[in-house]
């Protein structure tokens, strides 16, 4: 079953970032570096499409390095953009940012024209980490300066350098069903919008194909790689149990506990350095996403009436 979460009070963060991005030269967009195109908003780049973005790839330390580079050199190929990797042990990552952001608003910079910056990013990804790291000794301004509303919180990084939190969440509807996964396994979406044991299934069955060793190692399986590639996901994910001790009586698995040790392994990183997707991957899940929302889309209207309107009475809906 596809993962979909509603947060809610969206509004007023879309509200907030409409009225301050007029104002703002650059975007950071934090991701997860383990699943970056899942853990992007698309929500985001139509408020702030037209903006200069950065996108910033962040808890690369527990992330498969190599396909961080993939991404990055993904992300640097497209227009207005550039992406950098960072993780949490960087303890002075504002040298980093900065320098992002003046190679993409050369202009910007000194005190008559300060570079001014938006950064946002989902749930989990670290934004609260990363902010406390760059603000620092500096007090971190919110709400009650003049032109700061009451949600934002603004963190002066040099004399000319602004940087401006998003306040409250934006979170992106789901039409890629393997980025639902990847987020819930990551521990971006709330506990009670998925099933455990099913999250658990789908990265077993992710990471059985490309990191079968590591698998196999951190959970003492004692099985090649290339078994433990060719094993069943509930079949791996009952041996998980078992080796683990999580049973129910009679020999059964408790597979609820064993789908929270998996889910455990991957977030922690013990599980070792693991990125859920590649961008030729995330382009042939979202192709088909795509299609299958514009279908459900199809559907909805024709239920509803809309279908039987003449093409020209939808125009500019
Ligand atoms: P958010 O504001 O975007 O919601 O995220 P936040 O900074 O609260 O970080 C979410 C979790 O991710 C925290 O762990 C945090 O320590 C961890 N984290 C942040 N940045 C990094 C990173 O670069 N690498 C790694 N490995 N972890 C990172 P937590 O378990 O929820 O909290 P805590 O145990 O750290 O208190």
Redesign the pocket.
Request: hydrophobic share 30%; aromatic share 0%; proline share 4%.
């Given at each position: 079953m596809a993962i979909q979460w509603f947060p809610g009070h969206m509004h007023l963060t879309k509200k907030a970032i409409g009225e301050r991005i007029k104002d703002i030269d650059v975007v950071i967009e934090?991701l997860d570096a383990r699943l970056p195109a899942s853990s992007a908003n698309p929500m985001l780049a139509e408020l702030t499409g037209h903006k200069p973005g950065l996108k910033v790839l962040?808890?690369?330390?527990?992330a498969d390095p190599e396909r961080t580079q993939q991404w990055l050199a993904h992300y640097n190929a497209l227009p207005d953009t550039r992406a950098i990797g960072?993780?949490?042990?960087?303890t002075t990552p504002a040298r980093q940012l900065v320098e992002a952001c003046h190679a993409l608003a050369p202009n910007r910079g000194g005190m008559a024209k300060p570079m001014r910056v938006l950064i946002c990013?989902?749930?989990?990804?670290?934004?609260?980490?990363?902010?406390?790291t760059l603000a620092g000794g500096r007090k971190a301004k919110t709400g009650d300066e003049a032109g700061i509303t009451k949600l934002e919180q603004r963190i002066t990084l040099a004399d000319d350098f602004y940087l401006w939190d998003t306040p409250g969440m934006l979170w992106p509807r789901i039409i890629v069903a393997k980025s639902g996964y990847n987020l819930a396994a990551s521990?971006a979406v709330g506990r009670n919008a998925f099933d455990d044991e099913e999250v658990a299934l789908e990265l077993l069955d992710y990471v059985k194909r490309h990191y079968a060793k590591g698998l196999a190692a951190r959970f003492k399986l004692d099985l090649d790689a290339a078994t433990v590639a060719d094993m069943q996901d509930e079949e791996l994910l009952d041996a998980i149990g078992r080796k683990r001790g999580a049973l129910l009586g009679k020999g059964r698995v408790n597979l609820q506990k064993a789908a929270e040790i998996v889910m455990h392994a991957f977030?922690?990183?013990s599980l070792g350095r693991i990125t859920l997707e590649t961008p030729e991957e995330f382009a042939a899940w979202l192709a088909e996403g795509e299609q299958l929302d514009a279908e459900r889309r199809a559907k909805k209207e024709a239920r509803s009436g809309k279908g039987k309107r003449a093409p020209a009475a939808d125009a500019g809906t």
């Open positions: 934090l962040n808890k690369q330390d527990l960072l993780d949490a042990s960087q990013g989902i749930p989990n990804v670290g934004k609260s980490t990363l902010i406390n521990g977030r922690d990183g």
